[in-house]
């Protein structure tokens, strides 16, 4: 498959997401249990014909967008009763497979439009942190960047910035997971209950044994990993600080002689 193609097939998948992800967000009430959120968002993939998944919806309330929990990340982490009360923060994820071609995106919020600018302030201040780093990782992630200064460069900025770094609570700690090597034979497997799915756990596992065994790259970014940073990833810094979480989960490019995000702000338009 020609690599232009390839970019633009990961681009509509992500559109895609950005669009279900933000409708359900301009919805989220206090009040809403996390579940019904992710009803919502799988609702509206289902519009789009999504039918497979890398993961299932997740959403996170006020504390949790800490992950502010005891215990396994994969069981603490899917979607619960919890309400959201006025003033907190959300997180929406979801990774969907559009057409073969996967995609993932995350938003954060502010529950109740009535929040006075004080207690707005400290999650505002999260984005700016989120913000800022997104448009200095396309300079630390050029083309030749060890994977691990990669995830040294952010967590040292984010730390720097005087917020706690959530992502290395993450399965494997990932800073980023790689979105090469589809459409593959796990693409159309079938939808099994919530959370992570097979297309991911194999193509990933798949990929980690083609590292060792014929030096492809490696599929994560992570602390320790070996290797350069070279691919298409989804990238998600995920901070804290007090009971506010924050994150993004943006497309990077590292190819050849560019590096660019697909959608350069925050959580803005998906440009491909």
Not at 50 to 75: C, K, N, Q, S
Not at 144 to 164: I, M, P
């Amino acid at each position: 498959m020609m690599r232009a193609a390839y970019i633009a097939g990961i681009a509509h998948a992500q559109r895609i997401a950005r669009e279900a992800v933000l409708t359900v967000a301009a919805t989220v009430r206090p009040g809403d249990t996390e579940r019904e959120a992710c009803v919502r968002i799988e609702r509206e993939l289902a519009r789009a014909g999504v039918e497979h998944w890398l993961h299932t919806p997740y959403a996170w309330w006020g504390e949790r967008t800490r992950f502010d929990w005891r215990g396994m990340w994969e069981t603490n982490a899917l979607p619960s009763e919890r309400r959201l009360e006025p003033g907190e923060s959300f997180i929406l994820d979801v990774a969907p497979i559009v057409g073969g071609f996967p995609a993932d995106f995350a938003y954060t919020g502010l529950a109740g439009a009535g929040s006075s600018r004080a207690e707005a302030a400290p999650h505002l201040e999260l984005l700016a942190t989120l913000a800022d780093v997104k448009a200095k990782l396309v300079t630390w992630a050029a083309p030749g960047s060890s994977a691990a200064s990669v995830c040294e460069r952010v967590e040292e900025a984010l730390s720097g910035a005087g917020a706690d770094v959530v992502h290395t609570l993450y399965p494997a700690n990932v800073l980023a997971h790689t979105l090469e090597g589809f459409p593959n034979w796990t693409s159309s497997a079938p939808r099994v209950g919530t959370g992570f799915q097979l297309p991911l756990l194999l193509t990933y596992a798949t990929g980690i044994v083609l590292h060792h065994l014929a030096g492809r790259p490696y599929p994560f970014l992570r602390a320790g990993a070996p290797g350069r940073a070279r691919g298409i990833y989804a990238v998600e810094p995920h901070i804290g600080q007090g009971r506010y979480g924050a994150k993004f989960e943006s497309i990077l490019l590292i190819d050849g002689d560019e590096t660019r995000w697909l959608d350069p702000e925050l959580f803005g338009e998906v440009l491909g």
